[in-house]
């Protein structure tokens, strides 16, 4: 007979393969990174280069120039590069983030002749066109403006600037600041930061024999030059623990509360992200069970630990109707206490452990993610030794040590608090 | 073109006695393993005075089965995580997990298809959560509302003339606990159920747990479906809205071919020839080379029965909203009279066919897939549809831009900055 009340045998993720990345290195020194995985066809080529010379007064100056990458050559117009893109299948980004700034290329292999060439126009030849930086200055501007209406990013942003200040990792922009770059701005960064000697090639896809002498035959050649410093990061938070913004026609409140922490370099990193899963980072966290599944103050409560290069922080992100922004706050205060008061449940935590492991597995799905686990602990100073550590100490760690970190990173008077709508 | 040969998504498929159809799509280049099921109820099901309904329904599929109390704790205890989602036409859940442990994933969804707990409380608070959800995503945000305004003026009949969330809050915060026992003794058994799992699994492995947790329940019959067709519109119909938002925008709408008809595909490339990318007419010509948009898109809402081709378009400041209006019948009217180039169609393809290679490199994306176009009529289509677009000509797009893009047939809102 069926017992449908009792749960089938399980086991326990034991063994997690990493596809490792091959180091090459390019005639100009370029480090390339392979990750050689996978069956289609298919690859994914990142160019990323690290972001040097953070200044207050043009604060978009590495966002835009980013960007811009993709908006003329001197022998190709923007059209032209979408459409020679569009033509082979192909996808391009520009990306940008607090660290670093990327372009990366998915291509099907057999047209990366064809496509590969566009990329190094890019990053070779961009000439920033004033018409169509222009379109893009007033465009982002116009998009700004609709998220300035938003209570969430509200909340990110006045969450942001109390964490770090006007730093890189702080800073806000202002719809003003759209009105003070120009092309020779953006050509001077330009050359600051995409060379050679800032770049790494991080490949991943079913790699042919082929493919690292077609990057070296197009990017080895590309003049090197000297490296420049690194960004100094110091930032100044908010000396106000408590950014309230009122919005009178809100129906919700968009809350934001966290602090500066450390970042993945550090030893009890991995043992954070184990109290923080606990706390609001899976569904079944006890932010979602008490504030969503038990009360229905939301439609969804999570807590995260953000690992930047020179710094790290936690925060903890929801939206709830005005009426219960209060009832809300209480309730977060005391599920931080309760991790600082209370051990863990045992069962919990085998539940949070196995949890984690799954998600660990599941979470390496094809060659791209492979290589983005290479880039978590590369641009780190990290080898692939911090992922034997990590899967260790989720099959260790005791509700004491998770205790311990509750009482030495937290502090819920400390945190920042910033709710945006009603209370 | 070109990626196609390499790019087939193999699978089997068996239906059990009580009518549940399965598909298998073996992939072992993953150690995970993905449970799918699709109900074949959406939106459009829902009685007009409890609109919202199939989404709320949704949300109470989390709260306890019949033998089980909890749902997500069991499957995050091995490792899995899952969610769902609702649309005008189906409702579809998912699991990824180890593949070890898949079994759990039949356990518990097999007692949520025999019986929910149907428990008050968890009514109580999802009628909460989506009222939150419906807030956060329609009310509290900028145009965050004018899918709830736009619906009902393209549909006259369909049902498609309210959204998943709903018309109105007041619809599901007067949702009943016989409400919901009745949508699901209806909706949820095996016939109007596709199965579909997917990973490191193999066919014999998931035709013994399949005969063993979801045999024994008991088929039900297959709702009949008698949905009212949507008359061919033969007046433009306007409207204005006005609300706190930084810029003046309009959406323009026109029905277009359901998602197996003909024309379907010939629609879907018109769009990506309009707005895909940067290199696309909307925006060379009305972004780039001509200021009047700071954003402005071209895309479709494909769905079962009649959907909507979309044009939405953010204003610049200083923009005159009929001179907008004139510069998107412009392009609308070109694409009219002009064949495209070979060029430009090539390209639009080529994208299409890679999009969906990339795609297939998901394996939850694989198996929702195989889902939908089993919904749609047949699994096997995941490989086939392609040629649909493969084959559509210069004067295909021509004559089905006359077909879609007539005045008497657009709906247009101006949703202005107060």
Redesign the interface.
């Given at each position: 007979m069926l017992n449908r009340a009792q749960q089938p045998e399980f086991k326990q993720v034991e063994d997690i393969n990493f596809v490792k990345a091959t180091k090459h290195e390019l005639a100009n020194k370029i480090p390339v990174f392979e990750i050689n995985a996978g069956e289609q066809d298919l690859i994914r080529i990142e160019f990323i280069f690290q972001n040097r010379g953070w200044d207050v007064k043009k604060p978009l100056l590495p966002g835009v120039t980013n960007s811009m990458l993709t908006e003329g050559t001197h022998s190709l117009s923007s059209a032209q590069i979408a459409s020679k893109i569009d033509y082979y299948g192909a996808f391009f980004q520009t990306e940008y983030s607090q660290d670093q700034s990327s372009l990366t290329l998915y291509s099907l292999n057999k047209y990366l002749p064809q496509t590969l060439p566009i990329i190094k126009e890019m990053l070779t030849g961009s000439i920033f066109p004033e018409k169509e930086l222009k379109t893009f200055l007033r465009n982002q501007k116009q998009k700004l403006k609709v998220g300035l209406e938003k209570n969430s990013v509200l909340a990110r942003r006045a969450f942001g600037e109390a964490l770090f200040g006007d730093s890189l990792y702080g800073y806000a922009t202002r719809l003003s600041d759209y009105d003070k770059l120009d092309r020779v701005d953006l050509s001077a960064y330009y050359k600051e930061v995409y060379h050679p000697a800032n770049c790494t090639v991080v490949m991943s896809g079913k790699i042919e024999s082929s493919t690292l002498s077609l990057i070296d035959e197009l990017f080895g050649t590309w003049d090197n030059s000297e490296a420049v410093d690194a960004i100094d990061m110091t930032y100044q938070s908010s000396l106000e623990k408590l950014h309230y913004t009122e919005k009178i026609d809100a129906l919700q409140s968009a809350i934001r509360i966290g602090i500066p922490l450390v970042n993945r370099t550090h030893p009890d990193f991995i043992g954070l992200q184990i109290l923080n899963t606990a706390l609001g980072g899976y569904f079944g966290s006890r932010l979602m069970a008490n504030i969503r599944e038990d009360k229905g103050y939301t439609y969804g409560i999570g807590s995260g630990i953000a690992s930047l290069q020179q710094a790290g922080y936690f925060f903890i992100s929801t939206e709830v109707g005005v009426d219960v922004t209060a009832a809300t706050l209480t309730e977060i205060e005391k599920e931080v206490n309760l991790l600082k008061n209370e051990l863990i449940a045992d069962e919990e935590l085998a539940l949070i452990k196995n949890y984690m492991m799954g998600s660990l597995l599941g979470s390496l799905e094809n060659a791209f993610s492979h290589a983005d686990k290479f880039k978590n602990i590369h641009f780190f100073g990290l080898g692939y030794d911090y992922y034997e550590r990590y899967i260790q100490t989720v099959k260790d760690i005791s509700p004491q040590k998770l205790r311990d970190l509750a009482n030495r990173y937290w502090d819920y008077d400390a945190f920042y608090k910033v709710v945006v709508g009603k209370m | 073109m070109?990626?196609r040969k390499?790019?087939m998504v193999q699978f089997e498929r068996f239906t059990l006695e009580n009518g549940l159809r399965v598909l298998v799509h073996e992939d072992h280049?993953?150690?995970?393993a993905v449970l799918n099921i699709l109900y074949d109820v959406g939106a459009r099901d829902e009685n007009p005075e409890q609109t919202g309904f199939a989404h709320l329904f949704e949300h109470l599929m989390f709260g306890g089965s019949?033998?089980?109390p909890s749902y997500?704790?069991?499957l995050?205890?091995?490792?899995?995580?899952n969610n769902a989602f609702t649309s005008n036409d189906m409702t579809n859940y998912y699991i990824?997990?180890?593949a070890?442990?898949l079994?759990?994933a039949?356990?518990l969804e097999?007692?949520r298809m025999?019986s929910l707990a149907f428990s008050e409380k968890s009514l109580?608070?999802?009628?909460?959560?989506?009222?939150?959800?419906f807030?956060?995503?329609y009310?509290?945000?900028?145009?965050g509302d004018v899918w709830l305004k736009l619906r009902p003026l393209v549909y006259k009949e369909h049902p498609y003339k309210w959204a998943t969330i709903g018309k109105e809050l007041s619809h599901i915060e007067d949702a009943k606990i016989e409400d919901v026992k009745a949508f699901f003794k209806k909706h949820y058994n095996p016939k109007n159920a596709i199965m579909v799992v997917g990973g490191a699994v193999n066919l014999e492995d998931v035709k013994k747990l399949a005969e063993?947790?979801f045999a024994?329940i008991e088929g039900g019959t297959k709702p009949e479906r008698n949905l009212p067709n949507e008359p061919i519109q033969t007046e433009e119909v306007k409207a204005t809205v006005t609300a706190?938002?930084?810029?003046n925008a309009i959406y323009k709408v026109f029905k277009m071919p359901g998602r197996m008809e003909d024309g379907y595909a010939a629609t879907d490339l018109i769009s990506d020839i309009l707005s895909?990318?940067?290199?696309s007419r909307l925006y060379?010509n009305l972004?780039?080379q001509n200021?009047v948009f700071?954003?402005i898109n071209a895309y479709i809402y494909g769905s079962i029965d009649t959907g909507m081709f979309v044009v939405e378009g953010?204003l610049?400041p200083d923009v005159e909203m009929g001179y907008a209006e004139e510069c998107i019948w412009k392009e609308l009217d070109f694409l009219k009279s002009q064949t495209v180039l070979a060029?430009e169609l090539?390209?639009?393809k080529?994208?299409y066919?890679?999009?969906k290679?990339?795609g297939?490199?998901?394996?939850l994306d694989k198996a929702m897939n195989l889902a939908f176009y089993e919904l749609f009529g047949d699994a096997n289509l995941i490989n086939t549809d392609i040629e649909n677009y493969l084959k559509v000509s210069a004067e295909d797009i021509q004559a089905q831009a006359n077909t879609l893009f007539k005045k008497e047939a657009a709906t247009t809102l101006y949703y202005l900055a107060k």
């Open positions: - | 070109f990626a390499i790019f280049t993953t150690p995970m019949v033998n089980i997500d704790e069991p995050q205890r091995v490792g899995g995580e990824t997990l180890p070890a442990n079994e759990t039949f356990w097999s007692d025999l109580a608070v999802q009628r909460d959560v989506v009222c939150e959800e807030k956060q995503r009310l509290n945000q900028p145009y063993k947790w024994p706190d938002v930084p810029t895909q990318g940067k290199s060379q972004v780039q200021a700071c954003d953010r610049l060029d090539t390209k639009v080529n994208k066919e890679s999009t290679a990339f297939e490199m998901s394996l």
